[in-house]
C-alpha cells in the first residue's frame, strides 16, 4: 500500500469535532449500544431485531454457523419485508404519514402516504402474481428513479420474489447477462426517464438486452415515463398503467423465513465477470434498519431524509427502499441530475421538501465545491441536521467544506453573501459499507462520536472490524493494512448467485476465519479507521464499482485491439477515472484516426455509459513482468502524469520510455 499517495495527507489530519450538547442530548443513539453489543454481541443483536421489525414468527436461533461461510441469521423466524415496511406502519395508526416525496428531473411531483404506498405495492403484488411470479422467482428491474422502482422492490419481497434491480446507466449486454444469470421472468422497465432536460430512453436497451433468443423473460412491464414512442413486441410487453391499477388492491402478506432470498445485485469484482450479491430477509433488513436509525439519529416522525443514490446500486436498495421504510420515515426521492435547470437544483430540493437528512457521495459534494459555495448560499438549508457521506473516502477538504457550507447553512444569503451561521453545524457521518456487507459497518454515531474529516472511524454496534497484515495479524495503532470483518453480521450477503466456490474464493480464503473487504485502511493513533481505497482491480469511479477487467474485456472484443490495460487514475471530481492503455492489431496507421474515441464508445455500449473511459491511449507495448504480469503501477504513474517508477523487473525496460514517447507525440 506503499503507493497509495493520499494516505500521507490523510494522517496529517487532526481536527476532530465533538457532537453539541444540545445534539447529544438529543440523540437517538448513546454509548450505551457500544456497551450492550460487546457484553453479548448475539443478544444485542437479538434485542435489536426485535425491535426494529415486526417477526410473524419469532426466532429462537440469533446466529447459525455450523456450515460457515454459509451463516444464516435469525433462521426459524418468519417475516414479511413489505409488511414490516408498509401494512405494520398503517396498522400502527401512521397510514397518513407521508412515506414518499418523489419530484421528477421535469418538476412533476407525486406523494404518498404510508397507506396509499401499502395499496399501490398491494396491487403491483397483484399484477405481478397474474404474470406468474411468485415465491423464489427472479425479477429484472430497469428503472429510473420514480415511485415504480420502490413500490416493485416493495411487490417483488411481498411475494417472496427476488428482485434484480440493475442500474438505468448499464447496457443491454450487461443488462441481458444479468437476466440471465438470475433467469428473470419479468422484467420491468420503463420506456425512459429525463436527463438534463432531455427525454432519456431505457426501453430500447430491454429490446436490445431480449433480441437474441434463448432468455427466460416471458413479460416486460412498461412505466409510461417520458411518452417517447417506443418499441412494442406484442405478447411480451404490456403498460404497467394497463394492468397494476387495475389489479386488486387486496393483498395479504405471507410470512416466509428469514433466509428467504430477498434481492440479488451485481456488483464487479477482480474477474471480467459481475458477481450476484445475494442478500435475504431478516438480517439484511435488521442491519439495514438498526444503522438507519443510528447513524442518522432519525426521528420518523419529523424527519425528511433525502438519499441521493440510484436505486440500481446498494445505496439506494439498503437507504432509500428498505431500511427508511421499514423504520416509517418520510423520504425524497428524486429523479434527475444535480444541474437541472440549473446547479441550485439540490439545494432547491432541500429548501422546498425541508430536507433534514440527507445523505450522498463525495464525488457530489467535490462537484458542488467546484460549483462554488454561492450556489448553496443562495439556499435556505437550516433545515438540515445530520449529513451522510457514502462510496468513496471523503477527501478532509470535502468534509469540511460539507460542514461548513452546507452543515452550518442556517437561512439564505443574498448578494453573493453567505447567510446566518449554525452555532452547532450538522453533524457530518461518514459510513463505510459495501454491496456484500448490505449495510453500514463502520461509521460514527452522531451524537456520541468526535468526528474527524475524512475518516469513518468506528465500527457500528455490534460489528468487528479489524486491520491486519499479510498474515492476519492485527496491525498497531497507525499502522495500515487490509480491512477485515472478524465476525458475521446479519446484513451479511449470502453468497454469490449460483458460484458458492466463487464466494468461499473472494471473501473468505485469503484470511480464512474473517471476511476480506478488498480495501485497505489504516489505524490512527487512537485506533480510528482511515479507508485508504482498494487493493485490489476494482476502481472506484464517483462512488460505482468498475472492474478493471471487465473494462480490459470490453476493449479486447473490439476488432482494433490486441492487448489492453487499464487503471484508476486519481481525478479531482469522481475520485478515480478510467484510463485504458491499448495495442492495436497491426499497424497503428490501419485504424481511423479517431480509433480511442471508437473505443470509449464501445466500452460504453458493451458495458455502460459509466464504464467508459476518460482516456485511451494507444501505445506500441505494454510494460510487463518476465512473468507476462502487466505492471499496472507503472501504468497509474503514467496516467497521473507522474515519472513511472521504479521499472526495473520489467521484462524489457525500455517499454515505459517507448510508451511516454508515443504519449508526448
Ligand atoms: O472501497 C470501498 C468504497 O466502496 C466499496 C464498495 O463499493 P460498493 O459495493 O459499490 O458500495 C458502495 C456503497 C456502499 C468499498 O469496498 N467505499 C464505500 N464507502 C466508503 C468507501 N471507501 C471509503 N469510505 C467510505 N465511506
Given at each position: ?27 437517538v ?56 415496511a ?11 404519514r407521508v412515506a414518499l416525496i418523489f419530484e ?7 406523494t404518498y402516504?404510508y ?35 420502490v ?137 439495514t434498519a438498526?444503522t438507519h436509525h443510528d447513524t442518522f439519529d432519525l426521528k420518523p416522525e419529523t424527519d425528511v431524509y433525502w438519499c441521493t443514490a440510484?436505486v440500481?446500486?446498494?445505496t439506494g436498495?439498503s437507504y432509500i427502499t428498505y431500511a427508511p421504510l421499514v423504520n416509517g420515515s418520510t423520504v425524497l426521492l428524486y ?14 430540493l432541500v429548501?422546498?421538501h425541508k430536507v433534514t437528512i440527507m445523505y450522498t ?22 433545515t438540515l441536521r445530520v449529513l451522510g457521506?457514502v ?35 450538522a453533524?457530518?457521518v461518514?459510513t ?8 453500514h ?5 452522531p ?219
Amino acid at each position: 500500500m506503499g503507493e497509495n499517495s493520499t494516505l500521507d495527507n490523510l494522517l496529517t489530519e487532526h481536527r476532530t469535532f465533538a457532537p453539541s450538547a444540545e445534539f447529544a442530548a438529543h440523540a437517538v443513539a448513546d454509548a450505551s449500544l457500544y456497551e450492550r453489543a460487546s457484553e453479548d454481541r448475539l443478544a444485542y443483536w437479538a434485542e435489536r431485531s426485535r425491535g426494529a421489525l415486526t417477526w410473524a414468527t419469532d426466532f429462537t436461533q440469533v446466529l447459525d454457523d455450523s456450515n460457515a461461510p454459509f451463516y444464516r441469521w435469525f433462521a426459524d423466524g418468519k417475516l414479511n419485508a413489505a409488511y414490516n415496511a408498509l401494512d405494520r406502519h398503517v396498522e400502527a395508526g401512521n397510514g397518513d404519514r407521508v412515506a414518499l416525496i418523489f419530484e421528477g428531473e421535469p418538476g412533476d411531483t407525486a406523494t404518498y402516504t404510508y397507506a396509499e404506498l401499502t395499496t399501490a405495492v398491494k396491487q403491483a403484488a397483484n399484477a405481478f402474481a397474474g404474470l406468474g411470479v411468485g415465491a423464489g422467482d427472479r425479477v429484472a428491474v430497469y428503472l429510473p428513479m420514480v415511485p415504480e422502482a420502490v413500490i416493485t422492490m416493495l411487490a417483488c419481497a411481498r411475494l417472496g420474489a427476488v428482485h434484480s434491480v440493475v442500474f438505468g446507466g448499464f447496457s443491454a449486454d450487461a443488462l441481458r447477462s444479468r437476466i440471465d444469470d438470475a433467469e428473470a421472468k419479468l422484467v420491468v422497465t420503463a420506456d425512459g426517464t429525463w436527463r438534463r432536460a432531455k427525454p432519456s430512453p431505457l426501453k430500447p436497451a430491454v429490446d436490445a438486452a431480449l433480441e437474441a433468443p434463448g432468455h427466460t423473460v416471458s413479460t416486460v412491464l412498461v412505466v409510461k415515463r417520458n411518452a417517447e414512442p417506443t418499441n412494442w413486441v406484442e405478447g411480451r410487453d404490456q403498460w404497467w398503467h394497463e394492468v397494476v391499477p387495475n389489479a386488486s388492491p387486496e393483498h395479504e402478506a405471507e410470512a416466509f423465513e428469514s433466509e428467504h432470498p430477498l434481492f440479488i445485485l451485481y456488483t464487479s469484482g477482480t474477474t471480467g465477470k459481475p458477481k450476484g450479491i445475494l442478500h435475504t430477509t431478516g438480517g439484511y433488513l435488521t442491519q439495514t434498519a438498526v444503522t438507519h436509525h443510528d447513524t442518522f439519529d432519525l426521528k420518523p416522525e419529523t424527519d425528511v431524509y433525502w438519499c441521493t443514490a440510484d436505486v440500481g446500486w446498494i445505496t439506494g436498495h439498503s437507504y432509500i427502499t428498505y431500511a427508511p421504510l421499514v423504520n416509517g420515515s418520510t423520504v425524497l426521492l428524486y429523479e434527475g441530475t444535480m444541474d437541472t435547470p440549473d446547479r441550485g437544483r439540490w439545494w432547491d430540493l432541500v429548501q422546498r421538501h425541508k430536507v433534514t437528512i440527507m445523505y450522498t457521495a463525495p464525488t457530489a459534494i467535490r462537484t458542488a465545491m467546484k460549483w462554488g459555495r454561492e450556489v448553496p448560499d443562495s439556499y435556505d438549508l437550516s433545515t438540515l441536521r445530520v449529513l451522510g457521506s457514502v462510496g468513496e473516502p471523503i477527501n478532509p477538504e470535502a468534509w469540511m467544506w460539507y460542514r461548513d457550507v452546507i452543515g452550518a447553512n442556517a437561512g439564505a444569503g443574498t448578494d453573493g453573501q453567505p447567510g446566518p451561521r449554525k452555532e452547532n453545524p450538522a453533524p457530518i457521518v461518514d459510513t463505510w459499507w459495501q454491496t456484500e456487507t448490505g449495510a453500514h459497518m463502520i461509521a460514527p454515531l452522531p451524537g456520541v462520536t468526535a468526528t474527524k474529516p475524512g475518516s469513518a472511524q468506528v465500527a457500528v454496534p455490534g460489528i468487528t472490524v479489524d486491520v491486519v497484515d499479510e498474515a492476519g495479524v492485527s496491525v498497531g495503532n497507525g499502522e495500515g493494512g487490509y480491512l477485515v470483518i472478524r465476525d458475521p453480521w446479519p446484513s451479511m450477503l449470502r453468497g454469490i448467485w449460483g458460484d458458492p466456490e466463487r464466494f468461499k474464493e473472494t471473501y473468505w480464503s485469503r484470511f480464512e476465519t474473517m471476511y476480506f473487504a478488498g480495501d485497505g485502511a489504516k489505524k490512527d493513533e487512537d485506533g480510528d479507521i482511515w479507508l485508504l481505497g482498494r487493493v485490489d482491480d476494482v476502481m472506484n469511479v464517483s462512488g460505482h464499482r468498475l472492474s478493471t477487467t471487465e473494462i480490459e474485456s470490453a476493449l479486447v472484443s473490439h476488432d482494433a485491439v490486441a492487448e489492453a490495460a487499464v487503471v484508476g487514475a486519481k481525478d479531482e471530481t469522481t475520485g478515480e477515472a478510467v484510463v485504458a492503455f491499448v495495442i492495436l492489431r497491426g499497424a497503428d496507421a490501419e485504424w481511423p484516426e479517431d480509433i480511442s474515441e471508437q473505443l470509449r464508445l464501445h466500452v460504453g455500449k458493451e458495458i455502460g455509459p459509466i464504464a467508459k473511459p476518460k482516456a485511451v491511449f494507444v501505445v506500441p507495448e505494454l510494460p510487463k513482468t518476465r512473468s507476462g504480469k502487466i505492471m499496472r503501477r507503472l501504468l497509474k504513474d503514467v496516467a497521473e502524469g507522474r515519472p513511472a517508477g521504479d521499472a526495473s523487473t520489467l521484462a524489457d525496460t525500455t517499454v515505459m520510455d517507448q510508451i511516454a514517447a508515443t504519449m508526448r507525440g
